[in-house]
Nanobody, 115 residues
Framework: QVQLVESGGGLVQAGGSLRLSCVAS????????MGWYRQPPGKQREWVAR???????YYADSVKGRFTISRDNAKNTVYLQMNSLQPEDTAIYYC?????????WGQGTQVTVSS
């Protein structure tokens, strides 16, 4: 069973930065695609960014140029560096691991951006 634990959320002023981390248990991390999703208050969960096992990255238009996803296979960890944060980035951020047609989710970490 894969477990994902996110950390790094918090309260930040508009224009600030945060770095989220997600640590995965088990030995499949290096062959898995990793993603970040978010759920703003009162809205549906939306995709933010994805990184392939080989390191190719993809971003939602709303975060392109501001957020950077990266991974460290030696640490079973995926990161989301978030810069130039805006109030509309306020959400619960979730980490996703996708491998062999199965996906796993973390419990989420709250990010709040004040204006």
């Amino acid at each position: 069973q894969v477990q994902l634990v996110e950390s790094g959320g918090g309260l930040v002023q508009a224009g600030g930065s945060l770095r989220l981390s997600c640590v995965a248990s088990g030995s499949i991390f290096r062959i898995a695609a990793m993603g970040w999703y978010r759920q703003p208050p009162g809205k549906q969960r939306e995709w933010v960014a994805r990184i392939s096992p080989e390191g190719s990255t993809y971003y939602a238009d709303s975060v392109k140029g501001r957020f950077t996803i990266s991974r460290d296979n030696a640490k079973n960890t995926v990161y989301l560096q978030m810069n130039s944060l805006q109030p509309e980035d306020t959400a619960i951020y979730y980490c996703q691991l996708f491998v062999n047609r199965n996906d796993y989710w973390g419990q989420g970490t709250q990010v709040t951006v004040s204006s």
